[in-house]
């Protein structure tokens, strides 16, 4: 009876483990200008230019070159679970006549392994003359900001836009996984706004034979200890 409870406490941690994976450890924010030109001193969670409390959760609320941000959040998966990311910006070029470009780059290190593939999703609101690009990435050496890996991209340039669209992921224990947002500005239309939403999310994959078997274990056993406790 003893054995029978220990094999049925060890399947089911075995299913956890696999179904979870680890949360990352380490979020970071970077805001850069015209490529890289300008950029901001990279700000970690709770740390200098971070104004928000929250663990999990970075806010980045100033300026940079021709561009101010009234709130600039992301949100990593600490709060919103394994190997999913969200960045929401609300940014503002301030300078009549400016092309400046401007850039957001949220990371996180230490990932957990994905279900092999993510969904994008990016949606939001863009003024004259403004072009919106998303962009993810991964890289197995866990190093912030790293771009060495595209998941894929999204571009749009209407006023309202939305969209999203699949790409792979590495299926290793632990990766960085790094969104970019890329603003332009075209034609000198400075003084206008743009908003969106990123989101990167696992897609759910069907379960391993190695994990439905230990499911099956579990539920053997259970119907075992029931037919045991009956017969005594």
Do not use: H
Request: proline share 2%; hydrophobic share 40%; aromatic share 6%.
């Amino acid at each position: 009876m003893k054995s029978l409870k220990l094999l049925l406490v060890a399947a089911a941690a075995l299913i956890v483990i696999g179904t979870q994976g680890a949360y990352a450890e380490t979020i970071a924010m970077k805001i850069c200008v015209n490529n890289g030109a300008i950029c901001s001193a990279n700000i970690m969670d709770n740390g200098a230019g971070d104004s928000n409390a929250t663990v999990g959760q970075i806010t980045w609320m100033s300026g940079l070159g021709d561009w101010t941000l009234q709130v600039n959040t992301g949100t990593g998966s600490v709060i919103l679970g394994n190997a999913t990311l969200d960045l929401n910006f609300n940014a503002t070029n301030t300078v009549l006549g400016s092309n400046q470009q401007l850039e957001i780059f949220f990371t996180q290190t230490q990932t957990g392994a994905s279900s092999g593939s993510f969904n994008l999703g990016l949606g939001g609101t863009l003024g004259t003359g403004q072009t919106v690009t998303y962009a993810a990435y991964t890289d197995t050496a866990d190093t912030l900001f790293s771009t060495a890996n595209l998941v894929g991209s999204l571009s749009f340039n209407t006023s309202v836009y939305s969209g999203s669209l699949n790409g792979s992921a590495p299926t290793d224990a632990s990766y960085t996984l790094t969104q970019k947002i890329t603003i332009t500005q075209a034609n000198g239309n400075g003084r206008a706004q743009a908003t969106g939403d990123a989101t990167i999310t696992p897609i759910p994959s069907v379960p391993e034979p190695a994990s439905v078997l230990l499911l099956g274990v579990g539920l053997s056993g259970l119907a075992i200890l029931k037919r045991m406790k009956k017969n005594s």
